[in-house]
């Protein structure tokens, strides 16, 4: 392995973002030097500057809103899984050329693994229709055994273009489409699980809620929510009304180690680098 690294994580208004931290944690760990920079690129500049971030000696980079999708064109090739899914958030550079990976989908799926059996056949409500969601959804089908889906968005043609790419990888799974915020309908008691792949009430929104005010959370149900603040509103509600619920922080933590993985070829352990980036909370 190398003694020194250079990693990025790439988006826009991503101020919030804790890779640095994290990356410097297992830097740490492992017992080597490296950065983590992050690009903020406004998206009128992403794609000229893009390729110079590749050809400027970076070994990878993670890629979060607004450019999973974006970024794709812009590869010299995509892992299977992230071209299904048409998103990408994990990116290697060997020799001046850019490989997409998606790691969502294995960050997502770790802390729940042990509903498997609760979710198996079940249903699930997805809030969101971006990168996160492709990931999202792709996890609960495959791993869990979902077999019907709401998928809730702001734009129409967006949506149903997210749900037709569903419905052609996951021909056995129902599906549903609903606009914001018209996420409950009558339909609340049916959900085993609610996703949220919104940034609302993450670190840019934590007063925003990605569910009507008139929500009717289903008892016994599972509230994910992939942001990782800690002010997370809706998080506290799910909660207060006796749900089981997950932050972001571990699915954070699993896509990073997995791509340090994929960058470099060495593992670490989830719990050392948990407990330097989140403390004691969650993990």
């Known amino acids: 392995m190398k003694d020194q690294f250079r990693f990025g994580v790439l988006g826009h208004d991503i101020s919030y973002t804790k890779s640095p931290e994290l990356f410097q944690a297992i830097f740490d760990i492992k017992g080597v030097g490296g950065t983590c920079d992050v690009f903020d690129i406004p998206p009128?500049?992403?794609?000229?500057?893009?390729?110079?971030?590749?050809?400027?000696?970076?070994?990878g980079m993670s890629v979060t809103i607004p450019y999973k999708k974006k970024?794709?064109?812009?590869?010299?090739?995509?892992?299977?899984?992230?071209?299904?899914?048409?998103?990408?958030?994990?990116?290697?550079?060997?020799?001046?050329?850019?490989?997409?990976?998606?790691?969502?989908?294995?960050?997502f799926a770790m802390p729940l693994r042990e509903y498997r059996e609760k979710l198996s056949g079940g249903s699930a409500l997805i809030l969101g229709c971006g990168g996160v969601a492709g990931a999202v959804v792709y996890s609960l089908c495959h791993d869990f055994g979902i077999r019907s889906l709401t998928i809730v968005g702001r734009t129409s043609e967006r949506l149903e273009a997210f749900a037709t790419g569903v419905r052609q990888r996951h021909e056995s799974v129902h599906i549903e489409t609903s606009r914001f915020p018209n996420a409950a309908d009558d339909r609340s008691g049916a959900w085993d699980i609610i996703v949220n792949?919104?940034?609302?009430?993450?670190?840019n929104h934590p007063e925003a809620s990605p569910l009507p005010d008139h929500f009717a959370w289903p008892c016994g149900a599972i509230y994910y929510d992939t942001n990782y603040n800690e002010n997370n509103r809706t998080i506290e509600q799910a909660q207060k009304m006796g749900l089981t619920a997950i932050d972001g922080s571990a699915m954070l933590i699993r896509q990073a180690i997995r791509s340090f993985f994929l960058w470099t070829g060495e593992e670490v352990a989830f719990d050392s680098v948990y407990r330097r980036v989140f403390g004691q909370r969650g993990g």
């Open 44 to 59: 009128e500049e992403f794609v000229a500057r893009f390729p110079r971030l590749v050809k400027s000696g970076i070994d």
């Open 71 to 107: 970024v794709i064109d812009l590869l010299y090739r995509v892992d299977p899984v992230a071209a299904s899914l048409g998103a990408v958030n994990s990116i290697k550079v060997d020799s001046g050329s850019a490989f997409g990976y998606n790691t969502d989908c294995y960050g």
């Open 197 to 203: 792949c919104t940034p609302l009430g993450g670190w």
